[in-house]
């Protein structure tokens, strides 16, 4: 067990909703990265938060954003859905450059 | 833009067999590279990092070599189990602004090891 845990483990919505995940992660875990994962396809770093600032973004719109707060837990929050936003999830925190995975959540968009 | 690259896509072998998985990257300007299994819709358990200064890491029967320059790695698996049947995932990670670490995945080596 990683200690890294998220919440909901599937979701479903529709297209156009706005929708939030959480993430808990270990005490002592100061960075958190989100990623999307697409059916047959490699984790898409979203972003990451160091002390709760954001410090590195990938290739995401705006509409994709995130909270980390000083308890360790951390949330991502997607506006206007669209159908591709449907993927795995993931969340993975660490004191430092190594990272642990939580299981993931699966949104559907419909 | 830094493209990663996992070879072969999906493999399926008898168990004991000795495996080797492959995985290129195109910008040898790297900080790591890690390699992960992942179970089906699960996430992601980390089997060995490698620093940019480092030649290969070792975890039991598992071992990964890096070759910066010529932009690859390799993860061996010694006498495979049915219990190794995962997709293994490698994420090369550059030195972003203000201190972030940022991954590029490979999109993975489904493997499957039947008895």
């Known amino acids: 067990e990683t200690g890294v845990t998220q919440s909901p483990t599937h979701l479903i919505k529709t297209r156009g909703q706005q929708v939030t995940l959480r993430c808990s992660s270990q005490s002592g875990h100061n960075t958190v990265s989100w990623y999307q994962q697409a059916l047959g396809q490699g984790p898409q770093f979203i972003f990451q938060y160091y002390r709760e600032e954001e410090n590195g973004r990938g290739n995401f719109p705006p509409r994709f954003s995130g909270l980390q707060f000083p308890n360790y837990s951390s949330e991502l929050n997607v506006n206007a859905l669209e159908l591709d936003d449907s993927a795995l999830y993931l969340c993975a925190s660490g004191p430092g450059v190594e990272q642990f995975f939580g299981p993931g959540t699966r949104l559907t968009v419909l | 833009k830094q493209e990663v690259t996992q070879i072969p896509a999906a493999l399926s072998v008898p168990e004991g067999e000795n495996l080797v998985l492959n995985c290129s990257f195109t910008?040898?300007?790297?900080?790591?590279l890690q390699w992960f299994r992942q179970d089906p819709g699960k996430g992601l358990t980390s089997l060995l990092l490698?620093?940019?200064?480092?030649r290969e890491q070792t975890s039991g029967r598992l071992n990964a070599s890096l070759d910066k320059s010529s932009g690859r790695s390799t993860l061996y698996i010694a006498a495979s189990q049915p219990g190794d049947s995962a997709t293994y995932l490698c994420?090369?990670?550059?030195?972003?602004?203000?201190?972030?670490?940022?991954?590029?995945f490979g999109r993975g080596t489904s493997l499957i090891v039947h008895p």
């Open positions: 910008d040898s300007a790297i900080y790591n």
């Open positions: 994420a090369v990670r550059r030195t972003g602004s203000g201190g972030s670490y940022i991954p590029t």
């Open positions: 490698i620093q940019s200064s480092q």
